[in-house]
C-alpha cells in the first residue's frame, strides 16, 4: 500500500492564482481530512469528510474547497491565491478500527503565494 | 473550545531522558495521541492512551496520563539523536477530529 500520497511536493503561485491540491488514499477509509501547519504552529483543520459525497468545514476553511466524489480521492481547491495561505499543507485519512482511532498523514505540500 | 497546549522546546543531551508535557481541555476525550513530525515529513503515530488508562508503555516510550489535572506526558528513555524531532500531542474530539498542539521541538545533544 502506498498509504497517503499527496502532490505536489512543492508549488509557487502569484497572488490571485488557482491551484488544486491532490490527496488520495489506498486504504479504503471513510474519513479524511485538509490540515495546514503555519511554521512553528500545530496543525489546523481546513476541511474534513466522512465518506463520498460528504464534506465539513474545519477550523479554518475560509479560502478553500474541497469535492469528495470517491472514497480514495479528496482534492483542495484554492480559488483565489493569497499570501496568508502560504503554508505547508498536510492530507490525512483514518479509519475506525474497533473503537481505535488513527489518522494516517500524507507527507505534505509546501505552498508559497507571493 | 478544545484546546491543546505543549512547550515549544527541549533539549537533552543523548542517553538522557526526555520528558515531554501536555495540557488538553476537552474532558471527555477518547484518547489522546502523540505524534512524531521529523523535517520535511509527514505526521507519524507514536503512541496513543486511552482515557480510561493512567499509564502506557511501549519499548522507550513512556505515556502519563493525569485526568484529574488534563495533563498528558511522554518519556523516551534513551533519547538518542534519531529521536529530534517535533513531537504533537492531539486530543480526540466527540466527532473524531483530533485537535493538536503546537508541538514541541527535541533537540538531542551528542
Known amino acids: 500500500n502506498a498509504g497517503v500520497t499527496q502532490t505536489p511536493k512543492f508549488r509557487i503561485l502569484k497572488i490571485g492564482q488557482s491551484m488544486t491540491l491532490q490527496c488520495t488514499q489506498d486504504m479504503n477509509h471513510n474519513y479524511m481530512y485538509w490540515y495546514r501547519q503555519d511554521p512553528g504552529m500545530g496543525l489546523k483543520l481546513i476541511y474534513y469528510?466522512?465518506?463520498?459525497?460528504?464534506?465539513d468545514k474545519g477550523e479554518v476553511p475560509n479560502g478553500y474547497n474541497v469535492s469528495r466524489s470517491t472514497t480514495e480521492d479528496f482534492p483542495l481547491r484554492l480559488e483565489l491565491a493569497a499570501p496568508s495561505q502560504t503554508s505547508v499543507y498536510f492530507c490525512?485519512?483514518?479509519?475506525?478500527?474497533?473503537?481505535?482511532?488513527?489518522?494516517?498523514f500524507g507527507p505534505g505540500t509546501r505552498l508559497t503565494v507571493t | 473550545g478544545e484546546d491543546v497546549e505543549q512547550s515549544l522546546f527541549l533539549s537533552v543531551r543523548e542517553g538522557d531522558s526526555s520528558v515531554i508535557n501536555c495540557t488538553y481541555t476537552d474532558s471527555s476525550s477518547t484518547y489522546l495521541y502523540w505524534y512524531k513530525q521529523e523535517p520535511g515529513a509527514g505526521l507519524q503515530l507514536l503512541t496513543y492512551?486511552?482515557?480510561?488508562?493512567d499509564m502506557k508503555q511501549d519499548q522507550r516510550l513512556t505515556v502519563l496520563l493525569n485526568k484529574k489535572d488534563k495533563h498528558l506526558s511522554l518519556r523516551i528513555a534513551d533519547t538518542q539523536t534519531g529521536d529530534s524531532a517535533i513531537y504533537f500531542c492531539a486530543e480526540m474530539d466527540s466527532s473524531y477530529k483530533l485537535i493538536f498542539g503546537s508541538g514541541t521541538r527535541l533537540l538531542v545533544r551528542p
Open positions: 469528510s466522512v465518506g463520498a459525497g460528504i464534506t
Open positions: 490525512a485519512s483514518s479509519t475506525l478500527a474497533g473503537v481505535f482511532y488513527e489518522q494516517y
Open positions: 492512551i486511552f482515557s480510561n488508562m
